[in-house]
């Protein structure tokens, strides 16, 4: 029996005990916890991860939309196919051709709601209560959520500026087993990953899916940001060293619009075949309209025009996050990404970025705190910022805003060795 009162432990529910055991592992993020301070207009909000879409052709997309319902309403509102529509495989097999994915098979590919849908999916398939999940040291808090709501124990596996760390893996692998657990695969973002914003190096790439190889363990490669390198076209994906090792996830939310609901997961033909009948049992279909709508944009767009206008946008706005933290925290350490929304800052120690936060949000700033990132706790120390959202101005100004809080918080550690205690309710109240 579980006491009366849910997981967040701040409310009364007469049905708590008839839940499945594991809706007790559901938590809200604490992303989610932000959304509210976030949206208010005098907070700079680098906490989100929200892709700008202030350049989107909005009138030629709303001329699409209406010519795709006029001709062609009767299939796009209709039910479609559960493993999502053939024209779109297609399309979607042409733009992994960018990751250096050559030849995928269209009929190897499921399209879900989001790449979201096919981790919740690759979760359902594979993890039993205790499983071992393996992930990124910090990893992306969105998967870790799946994971968490099947049960799953995630272990961190240490990387560096260059992404995961072959030896921190074999030697993490080889502790597992050496204790008996079951290690279900790998979950890893290898391109600008989110939180780190770092990138897998391309030397590593075959010697990280030769472990995975080796130990028969597979592996989860998400990678929606992997078009929006600043300086360079995409590595080749791990998918290209190990059709068979892998399942490969994209997604349309940061090349085009996360309104779409759109991604898909490219798989091994056996599992490619579970992921369908899950999914179908999930959701029946995909959005037809969204999927007949999105290719129609693919054909009659540039859209890879539009990405790169993206990358251009985004560098913009890297650079005045660099600078702008070059010039206000000296004191603290952050990784220069080249490519993608987010970068990792490390506080000057004996800061808490979590404690921190109503003290940001009350200077009108936002941040996500690295421990939303750790199945365990970790991270205090860390926070993520975003720079995808606000302009250029506005990130200087948020970093600007953010210095005050940190060298205020560092002048009193640096003062009496701790901070005083946040009182928790005034706390829930920012949190609001
Ligand atoms: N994976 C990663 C690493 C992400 O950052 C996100 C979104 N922030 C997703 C998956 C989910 O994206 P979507 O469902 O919009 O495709």
Excluded at 238 to 264: C, H
Excluded at 397 to 406: D, F, H, Q, W
Aim: proline fraction near 6%; glycine fraction near 8%.
């Amino acid at each position: 029996m579980h006491p009366h009162g849910d997981t967040n432990g701040n409310r009364l529910d007469p049905w708590f005990d008839a839940y499945a055991e594991r809706a007790h592992n559901l938590r809200a993020s604490e992303i989610r916890a932000l959304f509210s301070v976030v949206s208010r207009p005098e907070v700079v909000s680098l906490a989100g991860g929200m892709p700008n879409l202030q350049d989107l052709p909005l009138e030629r997309l709303a001329d699409s939309a209406h010519n795709l319902i006029l001709h062609h309403g009767t299939q796009a509102l209709q039910y479609g196919s559960g493993q999502g529509w053939e024209p779109l495989r297609e399309q979607m097999a042409e733009i992994m051709t960018y990751d250096h994915i050559i030849g995928a098979d269209p009929d190897d590919i499921v399209i879900t709601t989001g790449s979201q849908q096919a981790l919740d999916l690759m979760a359902e398939l594979f993890i039993d209560t205790g499983d071992v999940v393996l992930a990124e040291s910090p990893s992306y808090v969105g998967a870790l959520g799946c994971f968490r709501a099947r049960q799953a124990d995630v272990v961190h596996v240490e990387m560096d500026d260059d992404g995961i760390i072959p030896e921190a893996l074999e030697q993490t692998i080889a502790r597992l087993r050496a204790q008996g657990r079951t290690l279900k695969f790998l979950y890893t973002i290898p391109n600008f990953q989110n939180p780190a914003g770092v990138t897998l190096s391309e030397e590593r790439r075959p010697i990280i899916t030769g472990i995975c190889e080796r130990e028969h363990i597979l592996i989860l490669e998400d990678n929606p940001y992997g078009l929006l390198g600043f300086n360079s076209d995409p590595l080749p994906a791990l998918r290209s060293y190990a059709p068979e090792g892998v399942v490969y996830l994209g997604s349309v939310s940061k090349m085009f619009a996360p309104g779409m609901r759109i991604g898909w997961a490219l798989a091994p033909h056996a599992i490619r075949d579970k992921l369908i009948l899950a999914s179908e049992a999930a959701i029946l279909s995909p959005t037809m309209f969204g999927q007949m709508f999105l290719s129609q944009y693919l054909v009659d767009y540039d859209w890879y025009g539009q990405v790169k206008s993206f990358r251009h946008m985004y560098k913009e706005r890297r650079d005045a996050m660099m600078d702008a933290l070059t010039e206000y925290m000296p004191d603290c350490h952050w990784t220069r990404p080249a490519g993608g929304f987010y970068t990792w800052v490390t506080l000057p120690s004996g800061l808490d970025a979590k404690s921190m936060l109503p003290r940001a949000v009350r200077a009108q700033v936002a941040y996500v705190p690295g421990t939303a990132f750790y199945y365990d706790g970790q991270g205090a120390d860390h926070m993520r910022l975003s720079f995808c959202y606000p302009t250029p101005e506005r990130i200087r100004e948020g970093v600007r805003r953010l210095s005050t809080v940190v060298n205020a918080e560092k002048e009193l550690v640096d003062m009496f060795g701790i901070l005083p205690e946040e009182n928790t309710s005034s706390r829930g109240a920012e949190m609001r």
